[in-house]
C-alpha cells in the first residue's frame, strides 16, 4: 500500500450541462442530419463535462498530486506543495454558493450543499482532500490515510451529531 487516491465529485450542474450538450449534439446529427464541426464540437464538449475528473493522490511522503483525468485516463499530473500534516479530520461542511452565471431559473441561484469532508491539518495550514455525502466512506479514506501516514484522525461528525441532538434535546425540554 504505497498511495491512497482521492477522487472528487462533480457539481450536479456540471453533470446535467454535460448531458444537455450531448443531448443537443444528438439531436441535430439524428433529427437535423447536421453533422458538422459545430455539432461534433458541442458533443466533444458535453462528454468532457461529463467524463471528467479531478483526483488527489497522496503516498507514504505525503508527497501529493493532483491529477486531471478524461474517460480514466490521466491527463495531467501536478505536485501540491503540502506540509506534513500533524493530523486529519473528519468533519461535516455545508458549501453555498452563489450562482451568478446561470440564466436558467430553474437551476437556482444558489447553491446549498451539505457534504462531509477530510482535511489535514499542519499547524495554521489545512487542505481538503476530499469530500463526500457517504460518511462511511469519508471515515473509511481518513482512517486508511491515517494509518499510512501514521497520524491520528479525528472524527467530528460524531460529536457534531452528538452537540445537534443534545441541542434539541435542550429545547424540546424547554419548550
Not at 481518513?142 to 441532538?165: C, Q, R, S
Request: aromatic residues 14%; proline residues 2%; positive net charge.
Amino acid at each position: 500500500m504505497g498511495s491512497i487516491t482521492f477522487k472528487q465529485g462533480k457539481p450536479f450542474k456540471v453533470k446535467v450541462f454535460g448531458v444537455v450538450l450531448i443531448l443537443i449534439a444528438l439531436y441535430a446529427a439524428i433529427f437535423e442530419n447536421v453533422l458538422d464541426i459545430k455539432t461534433l464540437i458541442v458533443f466533444s464538449l458535453g462528454l468532457s463535462f461529463v467524463s471528467y475528473a479531478v483526483i488527489y493522490e497522496v503516498d507514504r511522503n505525503f508527497t501529493s498530486y493532483r491529477y486531471l483525468q478524461f474517460f480514466g485516463f490521466k491527463l495531467s499530473k501536478k505536485a501540491l506543495n503540502l506540509s506534513y500534516p500533524d493530523f486529519i479530520v473528519v468533519m461535516p461542511a455545508s458549501l453555498r454558493q452563489s450562482n451568478d452565471w446561470s440564466t436558467v431559473s430553474s437551476l437556482g441561484t444558489e447553491i446549498n450543499d451539505q457534504s462531509i469532508v477530510i482535511k489535514t491539518f499542519s499547524g495554521r495550514e489545512h487542505f481538503t482532500l476530499f469530500h463526500s455525502r457517504d460518511y462511511k466512506l469519508a471515515l473509511g479514506k481518513a482512517n486508511e490515510l491515517g494509518n499510512l501516514l501514521n497520524i491520528e484522525v479525528k472524527d467530528k461528525v460524531k460529536k457534531h451529531l452528538a452537540d445537534l441532538f443534545e441541542m434539541k434535546i435542550v429545547n424540546y425540554e424547554k419548550t
